[in-house]
Nanobody, 126 residues
Framework: QVQLVESGGGLAQAGGSLRLSCAASGRTFSTYGMGWFRQAPGKEREFVAAISWSSGNTEYADYVKGRLTISRDNAKNTVYLQMNSLKPEDTAVYYC???????????????????WGQGTQVTVSS
């Protein structure tokens, strides 16, 4: 129903920047919001940031506030994650996801997102 394609991952040095993009296609009319999650080797997938499609309300994990910024371009059905001041601990596979239901509280729960992209690798070296 919804297909997501991430891009922009790669290798960066500590303190550097990357911008991830996620383009949605298919039945995008059902999109209420989008989010970014990440998963490091041997660890559980964790919330990074989320944005509501209509209102633009954002939510961030505490550990990325001030360094990462989520934004969206409704016309392009695309969400972005601007990553600044990167740290080695940011190394992970980053996944884009679509939320297709309304939420009245936190947007951080993985269960709110039924559609996921293939992931893009972000590696931050010291």
């Amino acid at each position: 129903q919804v297909q997501l394609v991430e891009s922009g991952g790669g290798l960066a040095q500590a303190g550097g920047s990357l911008r991830l993009s996620c383009a949605a296609s298919g039945r995008t009319f059902s999109t209420y919001g989008m989010g970014w999650f990440r998963q490091a080797p041997g660890k559980e997938r964790e919330f990074v940031a989320a944005i509501s499609w209509s209102s633009g309300n954002t939510e961030y994990a505490d550990y990325v506030k001030g360094r990462l910024t989520i934004s969206r371009d409704n016309a392009k059905n695309t969400v972005y994650l601007q990553m600044n001041s990167l740290k080695p601990e940011d190394t992970a596979v980053y996944y884009c996801a679509v939320r297709t239901s309304i939420v009245f509280g936190t947007m951080a729960s993985l269960t709110l997102y039924p559609y996921w992209g293939q992931g893009t690798q972000v590696t931050v070296s010291s």
